[in-house]
């Protein structure tokens, strides 16, 4: 796979990288659509360490500022992951940890540049049973393409760090992370909209495919293409949160997903 040979052939924001070579390709299967962070990646660390870097930066740029001393209390890890599952808006957290509200605009613009940093994304970690879902997927003849707002080259390197390549056919990726943070749901409908249709041209099955993931932009985004949705409480939103969009189903992983997807789907197509 060349990803420079992908890039320079479209100028769109966002753009499927082709993970297996066409000639590799076997006949027509049934996708099954799948987020990446939340449902394969813990990003749960590298959030609190952005949060964590962001309190300690405006700190920092205060004291140089007026030489004032800001007396900071950071909530735990627990506290603030529970929080952002429940999405406890970030100037709340802000305040909880000691922050003066005047300096929450300070803070969330170092957040927002830490976030994607690739200094940061050293936290991320593969969920523990990502790789089994992902194998299980494709022992039972399922094709995972990705839906993701990630930059498709973030995804591709933490797919081969972790040895899962293999297991994805397809990824579709926000070009830009920036765009994709303004409006999620929509560049997620986008981003869908587009897979299904290339999907489908390349001969593969989309009439009875899955939306898999684990926020709110994963099942708008089933819903509006009308396919089935499976929310992951495994990710950042909680289960009493996920459970009050409706979704099809909720699980508490990709490996639950991925047994009741498969046999949902094999008695679907039979
Ligand atoms: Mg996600």
Do not use: Q
């Given at each position: 796979m060349s990803l420079k040979k992908h890039s320079h052939r479209t100028s769109a924001r966002s753009l499927p990288i082709r993970l297996v070579p066409p000639e590799e390709r076997t006949v027509s299967q049934q996708v099954v659509f799948c987020d990446f962070d939340g449902p394969i990646v813990d990003v749960s660390e590298r959030y609190y360490q952005t949060y964590r870097q962001g309190l300690s930066a405006i700190k920092q740029h205060i004291q140089y500022e007026s030489g004032e001393r800001l007396t900071l209390q950071p909530l735990s890890k627990q506290r603030f992951w529970d929080m952002k599952q429940n999405r406890v808006a970030d100037i709340e957290i802000a305040t909880r940890s000691?922050?003066?509200?005047?300096?929450f605009s300070g803070f969330i613009q170092h957040v927002e540049k830490l976030v994607n940093h690739p200094n940061l994304l050293q936290w991320d970690s593969v969920q523990p049973s990502a790789y089994e879902a992902l194998k299980y997927f494709n022992q039972r003849g399922l094709r995972v393409v990705l839906v993701t707002l990630r930059h498709p080259r973030q995804v591709d390197d933490f797919l081969q760090a972790q040895r899962l390549?293999?297991?994805?056919?397809e990824v579709y990726g926000a070009e830009d992370v920036n765009a994709a943070q303004a409006n999620r749901a929509e560049q997620k409908c986008t981003l869908l909209e587009r897979a299904i249709a290339q999907q489908t041209a390349q001969g593969?099955?989309?009439?009875n495919s899955w939306m898999i993931g684990d926020t709110e932009a994963d099942i708008t985004a089933g819903k509006t293409f009308n396919i089935s949705t499976a929310a992951l409480s495994c990710g950042i939103r909680s289960q009493d949160y996920l459970h009050r969009l409706s979704p099809d189903r909720l699980y508490s992983s990709l490996l639950a997903a991925a047994h009741e997807v498969a046999n949902i789907t094999a008695l679907q197509i039979a």
């Open positions: 000691g922050l003066p509200e005047a300096l390549t293999h297991l994805i056919a593969h099955h989309t009439h």
